[in-house]
T-cell receptor, first 112, second 111 residues
Framework: DGGITQSPKYLFRKEGQNVTLSCEQN?????MYWYRQDPGQGLRLIYY???????QKGDIAEGYSVSREKKESFPLTVTSAQKNPTAFYLC???????????FGPGTRLTVL | EDQVTQSPEALRLQEGESSSLNCSYT??????LFWYRQDPGKGPEFLFT???AGEEKEKERLKATLTKKESFLHITAPKPEDSATYLC????????????FGAGTRLFVKA
């Protein structure tokens, strides 16, 4: 079955620690995205990548970093520089633009 | 500035009571408008893409329509399993791969 997987489903981090969220897709999509979702707000774009070895900052990139070494994978690192990292993180992919994005199940990050 | 506003924030319906959700948008040239369904604690699920004013799409009890300023998601005779948050999103011609999402409408359907 084709789809997008994210791991872990739940993640707990102590203040000052970096954590990496995994996102893998087997849809053969070129574009991949990371969003953050907070209660009562729309999804906000953190980073996106149109092709391998290339990515662009979204609207809220500060305190986050990404890599795109393989077409299938787009991991997100939440660094200690992100002041309010507790949120629901969603990864998505699309075959291009304007095309619908397909989302993974999400990772809920909580900072203790 | 490109914006997407959804209303109402929450909507409570009785089973079988039809209604509509609104998505108002301002973009510098619409490339596409998308509707998604999101269940609690899960990722959004794609429903429809609309490209131009006058276009309509249907799926089971859902029908999406588009004008130059807004889109409606009509829900006919809803069932409790239609309860979810419905998200609207737009892509602008000048935005490249960026998609702007509304905050969503939480729909509750009571049996």
């Amino acid at each position: 079955d084709g789809g997008i997987t994210q791991s872990p489903k739940y993640l707990f981090r102590k203040e000052g620690q970096n954590v990496t969220l995994s996102c893998e897709q087997n849809l053969n999509h070129d574009a991949m995205y990371w969003y953050r979702q907070d209660p009562g707000q729309g999804l906000r774009l953190i980073y996106y990548s149109q092709i391998v070895n290339d990515f662009q900052k979204g609207d809220i990139a500060e305190g986050y970093s990404v890599s795109r070494e393989k077409k299938e994978s787009f991991p997100l690192t939440v660094t200690s520089a992100q002041k309010n990292p507790t949120a629901f993180y969603l990864c998505a992919s699309s075959i291009g633009t304007p095309n619908e994005q397909f989302f993974g199940p999400g990772t809920r990050l909580t900072v203790l | 500035e490109d914006q997407v506003t959804q209303s109402p924030e929450a909507l409570r319906l009785q089973e079988g009571e039809s209604s509509s959700l609104n998505c108002s948008y301002t973009v510098s040239g619409l490339r596409g408008l998308f509707w998604y369904r999101q269940d609690p604690g899960k990722g959004p699920e794609f429903l429809f893409t609309l490209y131009s004013a006058g276009e309509e799409k249907e799926k089971e009890r859902l029908k999406a329509t588009l004008t130059k300023k807004e889109s409606f998601l009509h829900i006919t005779a809803p069932k409790p399993e239609d309860s979810a948050t419905y998200l609207c999103a737009v892509q602008a011609r000048a935005g490249g791969f960026k998609t702007i999402f509304g905050a969503g409408t939480r729909l509750f359907v009571k049996a």
